[in-house]
């Protein structure tokens, strides 16, 4: 159900994931991250910043004893990809013998996600994980899959929950598509 009180944003075309459908599938997954690594301390690895409301809303969900740590990268500008992936900001703790749990707020190409596995491999973790919010499994250009995914989408293009269009819309409490032309 939307939020009747406020109106749904005039550059939104359609709602796609309304805040309730959002809140359920979130909890879900984050019940499923408690069972799946009972008795050990996950770290949860947010890719800033379109993750950052998934990320608030899931760890709340976890009811294990948990770690937070961000990392930034680069690939897009607008809505298409650039194709290279940066490095803008790394963790701050040693990944060594961690439970990491990648965060991420959609897989597109997977081209991020495919970055960030072979980066962190490399650090000596105990696992490594991907849990994202949404998966457009269309649009793939490297195969990289993800263990927990929320919903998987037609290839639009996606804002709100965290999720940008030129950094704007990602304060809007559900998934819509993007008017074209905006
Ligand atoms: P990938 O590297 O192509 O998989 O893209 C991943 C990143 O692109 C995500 O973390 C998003 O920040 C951004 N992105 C991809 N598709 C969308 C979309 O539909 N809306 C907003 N951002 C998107
Ligand atoms: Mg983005």
Redesign the pocket.
Known sequence: MTDRSRPIHPDVEKVLIDPAALQKRVRELGAEISRDYAGRRPTLLG?LK??VVFLGDLLRSITLDCSVDFLSVS??SGRG?TGE?RMLLDLRESAAGKDLVIV??????????HYLLDSLKNRGPRSLEVCTLLD?PD?R?VAVTAKYVGFRIAD????GYG???NEKYRNLPYVGVLKSGK
């Open positions: 890719i379109g993750s690939s897009y990809s992936v991420e707020d959609i897989m597109d190409s997977g081209l991020t996600l457009k649009c250009k639009e293009f996606v804002i999720l940008d269009y």
